[in-house]
């Protein structure tokens, strides 16, 4: 396999039209705040300063991620397996972020980037109950570019297409690929992985 330079990428790539180029904005306008306010799931990319690259998904009631003002977002912390690598990112590295979020249903996709501080204010958690509970901590991101992405990438996968979703069935729960892998923990059948996700939100 030949690695392709800068210079061979223009040979196969045209160039971006301006109005590519011009959808990029500097903040949150009335069309990126609507999809944000309609997204119950997004993923959050982060990198290190030591080179390492986080990619995340996070989620939560529609609207979970908060619009607080035209450069600022409020993205709440929910339970999961403490690993903290986009956290690590972000108070160790350069604190660049950033979100791709997603809307059911809706092929385009809206890409967010920013910087983005880990906040553990009182007030603040209190102010993001969902799911009975108030966040461990919530991340703070200063807007600095916002776009929408077209639906292609959604379209040829057929995500949103009901007849292409497969049954839960087909793999092993979380539990079992795990212990399969590592040799550790106790393997948990899905129904059991399901009820405890439940008390777990």
């Known amino acids: 396999m030949t690695d392709l330079c800068a210079e061979d990428l223009a040979t196969i790539y045209p160039k971006p039209s301006p109005r590519v180029i011009a959808k ?4 949150i306008d009335v069309h990126a705040r609507k999809f944000i306010e309609m997204s119950p799931f997004c993923v959050l990319a982060t990198s290190g ?3 390492s ?11 979970f991620v908060h619009v607080a ?3 600022q977002l409020l993205m709440p912390d929910r339970s999961g397996n403490n690993r903290i690598d ?3 990112n972000i108070v160790e590295g350069s604190g660049f972020v950033h979100l791709l979020f997603f809307v059911p249903g809706i092929d385009e996709t809206l890409r967010v980037g920013g910087t983005g501080k880990v906040s553990v204010d009182p007030d603040l958690l209190a102010s993001m109950v969902e799911f009975g509970k108030p966040p461990r901590a919530v991340l ?13 990438a959604l379209m040829r996968s057929k995500l949103w297409t009901p007849d292409v979703q497969v ?3 087909v793999m092993p729960s979380i539990t079992e690929v795990i212990h399969d892998q590592t040799g550790l923990g106790e393997p948990d059948a ?3 992985v399901e009820e405890r996700y439940k008390t777990q939100l």
């Open 24 to 27: 990029a904005r500097p903040e």
């Open 190 to 192: 899905q129904e059991i």
């Open 49 to 51: 300063s030591d080179g």
């Open 53 to 63: 690259v986080d990619a995340s998904p996070r989620g939560g009631g529609v609207g």
């Open 86 to 88: 986009s956290f690590k």
């Open 140 to 152: 703070s991101i200063a807007v600095s570019e916002v776009y929408f992405h077209c639906g292609k």
């Open 69 to 71: 003002g035209p450069n």
């Open 167 to 169: 049954k839960r069935s």
